[in-house]
């Protein structure tokens, strides 16, 4: 089992790879994965500025990470299964959903796919089985380790692939869904992003292990520990994973050494709390540029190239931002919808005395963070 | 005195009760160098060191279980939760547990901790930073709920928790973190707990609340004076144990009752309150007594404003208690 060896690891800073190691992909599917990549990161971008300019409420980034959720989520047929965190916004783009889709949620207008119900990036994209996106940590571990369980019950061969970050392995459900994942050989590939820290606790902090994948041995797993900022050496683990989930030979832990780049979060500053030197160093290794060093040596990229995406991109999702602008909020009756299937006596009650109240409403209250 | 908000209040009191006290001890996620995600630990860990304020791994059910260990050995934690919102998965060492160590064992073992949490909506967090989950505690015998709205009894009611000898829920309504201020005493300040505050005297209709509830009601309260209506505001300010006089004395001069909470209505601490009411002071009431909550859907986002109790529906709440 592997476990504390340096990380596996195919680009090199200069987009050069080690030998024989070049998984040799097909161009399209390079470019796929690049253009991702590149779409995941503007979209982070116009995400925070519009919580900076108060347009919308709250932002959280995946800055430094798009190679290790992209590049994991690439192994995936369409019908295998997300159970994300808040930290893989190629994922719909790489489903391709419509990028409407998601910055309706952004704004929680009247187009948005989950009608306004969480705050922003909380998806839930059922047209890419992308299972809607809940805030405490670590929940979507063990449901991840069920879904796969229901597969075999029902002799599908979906793979599931569940997402969670190093302060996510000090969860209750990381060990139950480890467990019950291994213990009946589920279809499941944990994909734990380290991203070094869980807001302002460094994950030296949150383990004493030697590594994240070290803890797979004692669940009966392998665990492999990859360079979460190479997108080549990220695919090829999870392809490798996905393979042995999808011939019935169990579950894998894939830990992807990577960094949080930015904040936590739009209410975080991390510089309260961690050394620059630690954030240059991390920056010099931004998986974006490696991979574009090496699509340059394959004469897959290039300036006009560049240019062209950046545009493509950047268009669309403005475009999208200002139609959801222009989006009302969710009617006032849909508070009630979707507690349960029907309104029980109760809830239609109260939404007739909500309906029925004169005056003006309330303003929107407060901001987040206080 | 110096004036504060109420998340300073809550500051100073863990300082003062750390310095009083070198038992107690403070930790929980991103507490330490962070100084917590609002900034309510902010400074202990350079005054008192890694020792007594110290962040742990992501796992409340870990940082309570620990918590309930410590108070069972002696010393006294103090226990963040993050978000109410995340407190579920430590929810049994909290209601099998800690709540159930002195009963258990027939009074051989104690479990004295505090479990400060921010609790409740208004700051536009969706439904896992905004809930007011505090029914589910004050349904479990053995834990004391304590939620303040003022500074001073922010203050007062910590330091009350911090040296109670049993398992406190103390939730802090993060609305009014930074936007309430007031006059706090300085070093020692005990607010007992179960003893409400009368927070404005009247003499036509009772309205109890806490939390950041209560200066909604201030405000419904001077909208109903123009309407020749006179409230009577009470904070009880601790649930469990609640100062059930306080609440009855007030109905039985005004004759009238409303309670306003954030949580959804049913089973809520407000619909105890209204049966409390209902039971022992019926000969008195005039009119029915009236929940404004939540409703009984989970904690919305886009639509938080509504959801909300708002001085419109306190306005609508106490008009019901003349009209029926
Ligand atoms: C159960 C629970 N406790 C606390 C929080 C508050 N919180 C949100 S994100 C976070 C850190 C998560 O770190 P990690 O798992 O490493 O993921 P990352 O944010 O680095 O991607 C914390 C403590 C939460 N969301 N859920
Ligand atoms: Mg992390």
Same mark, same amino acid.
Not at chain 1, 260 to 269: L, V
Not at chain 1, 331 to 340: A, G, I, Q, R, T
């Given at each position: 089992m592997t476990t504390t060896q340096p990380p596996l690891s195919i680009l090199q800073k200069d987009g050069k790879t080690a030998k024989d190691k070049d998984p040799n992909l097909p161009a399209d599917q390079l470019k796929r994965l690049y253009e991702t990549m590149v779409a995941a990161r503007i979209l982070d971008e116009r995400g925070l500025a519009l919580q900076r300019q108060g347009r919308i409420g709250f932002y959280l980034q995946a800055l430094g990470q798009e190679a290790s959720h992209v590049g994991s989520a690439s192994t995936l047929q369409d019908s295998d299964w997300f159970f994300p965190a808040y930290r893989q916004p190629g994922i719909p783009i790489l489903r391709g959903v419509p990028f409407d889709d998601i910055v309706n949620e952004w704004y929680g207008n009247d187009g948005d796919t989950s009608k306004g119900?969480? =705050?922003? !990036?909380h998806y839930s994209f059922r047209q890419a089985n992308f299972v809607s996106v809940s805030s405490p940590i670590g929940t979507q571990i063990s449901q991840a380790a069920g879904a796969g369980m229901a597969a075999r019950i029902r002799g599908d061969d979906t793979v599931f692939m569940s997402y969670f970050g190093d302060g996510g392995t000090s969860s209750n459900d990381f060990h139950a869904g480890l467990n019950f994942a291994a213990v009946f050989k589920a279809p499941v590939v944990f994909v734990c992003e380290n991203n070094q820290w869980a807001i302002s606790v460094p994950a030296t902090n949150q383990t004493k292990s030697e590594s994240m994948a070290i803890k797979a041995q004692a669940y009966g797993m392998p665990g492999i520990r990859v360079d979460g900022n190479d997108v080549l050496a990220v695919h090829r683990v999870c392809k490798e994973a996905v393979e042995r989930a999808r011939k019935g030979e169990g579950p894998t832990l894939v830990e992807t050494v990577t960094y *949080? +780049?930015?904040?936590?979060?739009?209410? %975080?500053?991390a510089a309260r709390y961690r050394d620059a030197d630690e954030f240059e160093a991390w920056k010099q290794r931004d998986p974006i540029q490696r991979f574009q060093r090496y699509l340059q040596r394959k004469k897959l990229w290039n300036e006009a190239y560049e240019a062209e995406i950046q545009e493509r991109y950047k268009q669309a999702i403005n475009d999208a931002i200002k139609r959801a602008e222009a989006r009302p909020r969710p009617?006032?009756?849909?508070?009630?919808? %979707? !507690?349960?299937l029907n309104l029980t006596p109760q809830l239609r009650a109260q939404r007739e005395e909500l309906l029925s109240l004169e005056g003006p409403e309330s303003a929107e209250l407060g901001e987040f963070p206080l | 005195m110096a004036t504060m908000t109420l998340i300073e209040a809550v500051t100073d009191a863990m300082r003062t009760e750390m310095r009083n006290d070198d038992r107690v001890v403070v930790f929980g996620e991103d507490v330490g160098k962070k100084g917590g995600v609002f900034l309510a630990t902010q400074g202990l860990q350079e005054e008192f060191g890694e020792q007594r304020c110290f962040d742990t791994p992501l796992s409340e059910c870990g940082i309570i279980g620990t918590a309930v260990g410590m108070a069972v050995y002696g010393i006294r934690p103090i226990a963040?939760?993050?978000?109410? %919102?995340?407190?579920y998965p430590a929810f049994d060492q909290i209601v099998s547990e800690a709540a159930k160590m002195r009963y258990r064992s027939g009074g051989e073992y104690t479990c004295p901790l505090v479990i400060r949490s921010p609790y409740g909506g $208004? +700051?536009? $967090?969706g439904h896992y930073h905004s809930q007011s989950s505090e029914a589910y505690f004050c349904h479990t015998p053995g834990l004391k709920v304590v939620i303040p709205s003022t500074p001073a009894d922010a203050k007062g009611l910590l330091i009350s928790s911090i040296r109670d000898e049993d398992p406190v =829920?103390?939730?802090?309504?993060? *609305? +009014?973190y930074r936007s309430v201020k007031g006059e706090v005493p300085e070093g020692e300040h005990v607010v007992p707990l179960g003893k409400g505050r009368v927070v404005r005297e009247g003499s036509d209709v009772t309205v109890v609340a806490y939390g950041s509830m209560v200066s909604i009601c201030e405000q419904a309260a001077e909208k109903a004076a123009e309407q020749g209506r006179s409230v009577e505001i009470i904070d009880p300010r601790s649930l469990v144990p609640l100062d059930e006089d306080l609440i009855l004395e007030s109905v039985r001069k005004t004759g009238r009752c409303v309670v306003v909470f954030e949580a959804p209505r049913t089973c809520s601490f407000g619909s105890e309150i209204a049966a409390i009411v209902a039971e022992k002071a019926i000969e008195h009431l005039e009119g029915p007594v009236v929940r404004v909550g939540g409703f009984d859907t989970p904690f919305p986002y886009s639509l938080e404003h509504l959801y909300m109790p708002d001085v419109r529906r306190v306005l609508k709440g106490i008009e019901k208690t003349f009209q029926w």
């Open positions: 119900r969480q =705050m922003p !990036v *949080r +780049i930015a904040s936590h979060s739009s209410s %975080d500053d009617p006032l009756d849909s508070l009630f919808e %979707d !507690v349960y | 963040e939760i993050q978000f109410l %919102d995340f407190i $208004g +700051i536009r $967090g =829920m103390f939730l802090e309504p993060k *609305r +009014i």
